[in-house]
T-cell receptor
């Protein structure tokens, strides 16, 4: 158990809809990272938050947004969903701001868009 | 060309064999991670390296910053080592973002 909790584990929805994925980091970790893993693109970094502030941005679409709340949990909002958004979405956490510390991954949220 | 390249893409080994997975990168990095992903999908961080060598149990990871190359070795491989192994480089040139290799699918047969 990594200590990182992601909900929901599975989600099936239709094109055009909006979903919210939630991540609770390991106790004491201030950074939360979101990643997308699809069959054709592999793992891609989406966005990082550190102590409530956006710290780094990767290949995140404009239809997607995220935030980190004062209790350090984070939400990833995906809107106007398309078939191609079907993927595993992982959250990871770490103590520091960069990627130079150990990363702890959640189990992932599997999104299926029909 | 991808910024992070892994080889081989697929690897089948017999139990007990010594295994090497390679990762090369074309950008300046501040660190490199090796990750393990089991068939269920969960990802576990194995190593984070910025220089030299690290060992944990039967796993050894090395990095040569000048040659832009890292290797993950598994000694005395076991069927439970069957997983996807992913290297991920911390790309300094884009504000320390993590760039992933495509992964190596390892199957260890008993």
């Amino acid at each position: 158990d990594s200590g990182v909790t992601q909900t929901p584990k599975h989600l099936i929805t239709a094109t055009g809809q909006r979903v919210t994925l939630r991540c609770s980091p390991r106790s004491g970790d201030l950074s939360v990272y979101w990643y997308q893993q699809s069959l054709d693109q592999g793992l891609q970094f989406l966005i990082q938050y550190y102590n409530g502030e956006e710290r780094a941005k990767g290949n995140i679409l404009e239809r997607f947004s995220a935030q980190q709340f004062p209790d350090l949990h984070s939400e990833l909002n995906l809107s106007s969903l398309e078939l191609g958004d079907s993927a595993l979405y992982f959250c990871a956490s770490s103590v520091g701001t960069g990627f130079t510390g150990e990363l702890f991954f959640g189990e992932g949220s599997r999104l299926t868009v029909l | 060309k991808n910024e992070v390249e892994q080889s081989p893409q697929n690897l089948t080994a017999q139990e007990g064999e010594f295994i090497t997975i390679n990762c090369s990168y074309s950008v300046g990095i501040s660190a490199l991670h090796w990750l393990q992903q089991h068939p269920g999908g969960g990802i576990v961080s194995l190593f984070m390296l910025s220089s030299g060598k690290k060992k944990h149990g039967r796993l050894i990871a090395t990095i040569n910053i000048q040659e832009k190359h890292s290797s993950l070795h598994i000694t005395a491989s076991h069927p439970r080592d069957s997983a996807v192994y992913i290297c991920a480089a911390v790309n300094m040139e884009y504000g320390n973002k993590l760039v992933f290799g495509a992964g190596t699918i390892l199957r260890v047969k008993s």
